[in-house]
């Protein structure tokens, strides 16, 4: 076994523990949450996300440990040879029938979680308006678009590996850096029109108040988009996404129906702060160079795991490749959550400067936390590993200080 899997495995181990732990026993609530929040939102909030979050370190770890199982068991192999076979003794096939197998096993695997959790779970606390029907519709559009992308991406990455041994991990670094770039011009006309509706924003009062944020932010906004969130949701939020031409602001139906319009300047400034600071550009940026040290750690593990430039890697090299993308992704969340929470707290305090109107913003966050069922006293380690942005007292904080 090469030196570099004991380590992935037991820092794995460890997070997936200690999430654990910490998930069923979160410890007390801080005083200074009962300022803002009643007892009952409390209690709520910590029973709804102690269920997500179960659901999601349990589903994880079964994930896992089948791939820990297939990978170092030896049935990858003998996976991999009845995958030829049924390919006829192609190459190119069997790597396409064990991809494919695979996915559909782990599909399996992960489905009973990721129904609970996005749907039952949401239905039993007044979230969710969807049908089943409608579910999984939406679920088998997903699993479509992901099956046949990754096994284009599959095939490519195959090829490279044997068309340059020394340097494929450069090249699939590469590849994936320019996947990046362009799903954030791409995703936001091609795909996210497959699942919502995305419309102009209509209100007077709504395109006034974006040009004015605009102008005092120095960024031209193309687009505010109302997207129909409440054909599947009751939560509110909004979100900027995209780059060029095809960048806008997004705000749920929900968020204009249930909020005030000073609140909803809160959010649309938020939203513009991320962009008055360049965060898209700065996330991109910061992933393109992770992705290259990953894509060179890789290269390591393979060389270590295989027989010294092997003319063709096997089949079963793809379960290999996987099982060290999930330990990566899940071991470097941290980092990643860590740098999104430093920009969401940037763009709380440039939002601030923008409105002039911290009370609303603060009225957003506790509108929001109570509404949507937020943990208003996660775990520290809870935070620090999962939180992409900071909790809602931490943002009122922030908020208060910016007012200053």
């Known amino acids: ?63 896992i440990l089948f791939l820990l199982w297939l990978v170092f068991s030896g049935r990858g192999m003998a996976f991999a040879r009845w995958a030829q076979q049924l390919a006829g003794g192609s190459y190119w ?3 396409l029938v064990f991809f494919v197998s695979l996915w559909l096993m782990l599909s399996l695997v992960k489905l009973p979680f990721t129904l609970y959790s996005s749907y039952f779970l949401q239905k ?11 579910w999984w519709l939406d679920y088998f559009k997903y699993a479509g678009l992901d099956l046949i992308l990754s096994a284009l991406g599959v095939l490519l990455l195959f090829w490279i590996l044997g068309r340059w041994p020394g340097i494929w991990w450069l090249l699939g670094a590469g590849f994936v850096s320019l996947w990046l770039v ?34 005092k932010a120095g960024v031209p906004v193309d687009e505010v988009l109302v997207m129909d969130a409440s054909q599947r ?95 990566i992704s899940f071991i470097s969340s941290p980092l990643q959550n860590y740098i999104s929470r430093d920009m969401e707290k940037e763009a709380d305090r440039v939002s601030v400067w923008l409105t002039g109107d911290a009370p609303a913003a603060v009225r957003l966050q506790i509108n929001l936390a109570s509404k949507n069922l937020s943990d208003l006293s996660p ?13 809602a007292l931490t943002r009122i904080r922030i908020l208060q200080e910016g007012a200053q």
């Open 1 to 63: 076994m090469n030196a570099i899997w004991p380590l992935l495995i037991l820092i794995t181990a460890v997070f997936s523990l200690l999430y654990l732990w910490y998930s069923l026993f979160p410890g007390r609530i801080q005083p200074e949450v009962f300022r803002y929040f009643s007892a009952e939102q409390v209690a709520a909030g910590r029973e709804y996300n102690l269920t997500q979050r179960l659901l999601f370190i349990t589903g994880f770890m079964v994930q």
């Open 93 to 95: 096939g069997g790597i």
């Open 124 to 134: 039993s606390w007044g979230f969710s308006t969807q049908t089943l029907g409608s």
């Open 182 to 215: 362009l799903q954030s011009y791409l995703w936001p006309v091609l795909v996210s029109p497959l699942f919502n509706q995305f419309v102009p924003a209509k209100d007077p009062a709504i395109i006034s108040m974006v040009q004015e944020l605009s102008q």
């Open 233 to 327: 949701t009751t939560k509110a939020n909004a979100y900027f996404t995209g780059l060029g031409a095809t960048k806008r602001i997004v705000l749920y139906d929900t968020l204009l129906k249930d909020y005030p319009a000073d609140q909803i300047k809160a959010v649309v400034a938020h939203e513009m702060a991320h962009w008055r600071q360049g965060h898209i550009v700065k996330g991109l940026t910061l992933g393109i160079l992770g992705n290259f040290l990953v894509w060179g750690l890789l290269f390591l593990v393979l060389r270590g795991t295989f027989p010294p430039t092997p003319l063709r890697y096997p089949p079963q090299a793809w379960a290999v490749i996987l099982l060290f993308f999930v330990l």
């Open 379 to 391: 775990p520290a380690f809870i935070q620090w590993f999962s939180y992409s942005h900071p909790p």
